[in-house]
């Protein structure tokens, strides 16, 4: 069975750095595209930045020059390298991959289970 694995979220004061993995484990033939999302109370569930295998990323504009998301593919983990974070930023964050399995070669969105970050002002 196929599960993403986070960590690294916290309480941190704004203008402060947070650095987020998520790492996969499994019967994993291979993983595509790798992502951060986050949803805010009351809020939508938005896409933060993404990774594709080929190391194409891009971002919300809101963390443009702030935010960084990397990927090691050998250690099937992506990470997001969180700078200058602000209170706006304060929201339950979700890693996803897009994942081949080895059961049935089925390929299929998958997703953390979201880690809390707090900003304070």
């Known amino acids: 069975q196929v599960q993403l694995v986070e960590s690294g979220g916290g309480l941190v004061q704004a203008g402060g750095s947070l650095r987020l993995s998520c790492a996969a484990a499994g019967r994993i033939f291979t993983i595509g595209a790798m992502g951060w999302y986050r949803q805010a109370p009351g809020n939508q569930r938005e896409l933060v930045a993404a990774i594709t295998r080929s190391g194409s990323i891009n971002y919300v504009d809101s963390v443009k020059g702030r935010f960084t998301i990397s990927r090691d593919n050998a250690k099937k983990t992506v990470y997001l390298q969180m700078n200058s974070l602000k209170s706006e930023d304060t929201a339950v964050y979700y890693c996803?991959?897009?994942?081949?399995?080895?059961?049935?070669?089925?390929?299929?969105?998958?997703w953390g289970q979201g880690t809390q970050v707090t900003v304070s002002s």
């Open positions: 996803n991959a897009r994942i081949t399995n080895y059961e049935n070669y089925q390929t299929d969105d998958y």
